[in-house]
């Protein structure tokens, strides 16, 4: 579509030539009339002259070339109409026999007629008169016209151009009134024309794509912001749409920093006035946090169902363990000192004491274990567990605290937050082979950040961080992570009820854990609960 700006100049160049028209035309046309009346004036006179001439040469007409002076007293007449020529008679030569001595300026319109003798052309005569009269005359009423050509030329530009600019102005109205339409809409809208780009887009488009207006509009939709495997299947909804039909689509876009978000949309066919496809309108939403929360709901009840079970075995165990715990006390009791029976019962007492450390845990998972919440400040809290940490790694292994100044008060169970300290620095030693480093930092959300990380606790939370630089795991792994027993460690290495115990305390804090990782690229668990009591 062309610019105000080339429109304008198409609309000054015409009115130019049409001005240029009517100033010019009328002397034009004025000039060449008066042109081929003096040119017929012209032939009929030196037709005329040429008899009278020839009747001089008829009186000798062996020697007409020396009557010069005949011919030069009648050439030198003037004519009736008074306009100055130029008369010449030339012989069969080319020769100049007579000529007028009238002076005339350039330009000249010249006729020409033969001289006869019996028939025979022996010379001929020419006659010249100056066009600069008739030039004069045309760019005087050149000038005349020349206000009227400006009148029209103002006219001609000035009214087609303001009546562009009131409906230019009116469909920019128009358009901008849509755009704010589009723009108030707390759904994505996008329209494409036929070949499946973007002819506009709004806010919340802008939004979830992370981009300027100017880096989508043009752009072909599929091929600039659908991922790429889910592009064939992007074109079959988008072709079914412009056949007519309503297509539901849901698919991950990509935002200009990299991140893929989900779009659930609608593309829904535009026609034009004749009823022909022109387009496609596409209206949708982010979902990505919406999936996002669904997988997390199937995990926790997932976990939850597992953690009934697991609580329920625990309980049950939890009696089996203490008549065992109790006939091995009595039995290790009975045996006397250097019975090598009494090695016996105290390995069956050992034993007990790991199972029921062991449901300990299944029960801390499942929490039915009791919480013993006080005000805590976390901050000094990580600060102080800081050397049993470091104890639990080895020497190649560097620890970290990121720790605020300030404190992080909030209900907790110290004992237990400890303990999850405690696992997830060991589970984050066990990722690292060699040598590598440990980070433990703790830091504050407001209520704003808690919101937007999808926290269901209203307010202000605590987020507790244990990054490590080890192997990573897969998106696979990390769908079972808080399983009880789940382990990715070699068989004898560990139960895997670390992180199972680590969920089963931010559950009974009524927070958050989540494990963010990738091969190669290390792991970061973090534990989010709310702030209470904060002073």
Known sequence: MPTDRAVAWWVTLAAAVLTAGTALLPPILWVVLS????????????????????????SNPDLWE????????FLARRPRHGTPERRRVVNGRGELVAESADPISPPLITRSFPLLDAGRPVGRIEISRSLRPLLLRAGLLAALLLPAGLVAFLLLRNLPLRALRRSSEALRRERDTAQRYLDVAGVLLVVL???GRVTRVNRKGLELLGRPEAEVVGREWLASFVASEERARGSSLMAAALDGAVAACEYPVASSDGERRILSCVASPITDEHGGRSGLLLSGTDVTRQKQLEAQLRQADKLRAIALLAGGVAHDFNGVLSQIKGHAAVLRADLELG???????DEILAGADRAAALTSSLLTFSRRQAMNAERVDLAALVRGVQRRLRRLLREEIALDLVVPAGPLHALADPGQIEQLLVNLVTNAQEAIEGAGRVVVSASALDADEARREGLAAPGPHARISVTDDGAGLDAETLAHVF???FTTKEPGKGPGLGLAMAFGIAELHHG??????????????????PLRGAS
């Open 35 to 58: 042109h081929e009346r003096m040119a017929g004036s012209l032939e009929a006179e030196v037709e005329i002259n040429s008899r009278s001439i020839a009747r001089i040469i008829g």
């Open 66 to 73: 020396f009557e010069q002076d005949r011919i030069s007293e």
């Open 193 to 195: 024309d036929e070949r």
């Open 339 to 345: 019975n090598p029976h009494r090695l016996d019962a």
């Open 483 to 485: 399983e009880p027993f």
């Open 512 to 529: 958050s854990i989540r494990i963010a990782s990738e091969p190669g690229f290390g792991a970061t668990v973090t534990f989010l609960l």
